[in-house]
């Protein structure tokens, strides 16, 4: 018994100093308690904004890493902030669709014979944020590109005052939509570059 307590106490331990670094980098706010619930030891999380709470049960025969990346599936899945990228190509238009603009009331003076079209679209996932560099790593959830590769990560440098604030506006719903956030977002960011896989778990 005295082995097992020494043992779950090195566990927490460990686990605490990895959960806090995590919710360092993390792009949702949380807050936590240690406590026995029916019966039962573990974390209680709450996220800040909503006020929604989760506890989890410690597992001590699970790797403490293992146990975080469990809590992040669901965060990830429940509150974890998202960025749409639309991604635009210049295209020029036919004799006939320029007409059909004339006959809509546009000045010919004033018509340009090319417009800017949405080709596809990315979502991604803020995965972590180095507030202290102005760095958010997102993370590719879908495309619409064949050729894109689902979870690769990209590390962006936010140029759009603080990205803290910036967070805080999205979670807030100072942004209408989806798409004005992201708007927002990449039109103040600069892509740094693609992460390899060592590189997203540091």
Excluded at 6 to 12: A, L, Q, R
Excluded at 75 to 80: D, N, P, S
Excluded at 89 to 118: F, H, P
């Amino acid at each position: 018994m005295l082995v097992a307590s020494i043992n779950s106490k090195i566990w927490e331990e460990k686990f605490q100093s990895k959960f806090v670094n995590f919710c360092k980098k993390s792009p949702v706010l949380l807050s936590m308690i240690i406590k026995i619930q029916d019966g039962e030891r573990g974390i209680l999380l709450t996220h800040i904004n909503s006020n929604s709470k989760y506890f989890f049960t410690f597992d001590y025969n699970l790797d403490p890493m293992d146990f975080i990346a469990n809590i992040k599936k669901l965060l990830v899945e429940k509150h974890y902030p998202r960025i749409m990228e639309e991604v635009l190509e210049k295209y020029e238009l036919s004799t006939d669709e320029l007409a059909r603009k004339v006959e809509n009331g546009n000045s010919i003076d004033n018509l340009s014979k090319y417009e800017m079209r949405v080709v596809g679209t990315r979502m991604y996932r803020i995965d972590k944020i180095l507030a202290w560099k102005q760095i958010a790593i997102l993370s590719l959830e879908s495309s619409t590109f064949d050729d894109d590769e689902i979870g690769s990560s990209y590390r962006y440098k936010f140029n759009g005052g603080s990205l803290v604030i910036f967070l805080k506006n999205y979670r807030s719903g100072k942004f209408k939509s989806l798409e004005e956030a992201s708007e927002y977002f990449l039109a103040n960011s600069l892509l740094i570059d693609q992460l390899i896989k060592k590189e997203e778990n540091d």
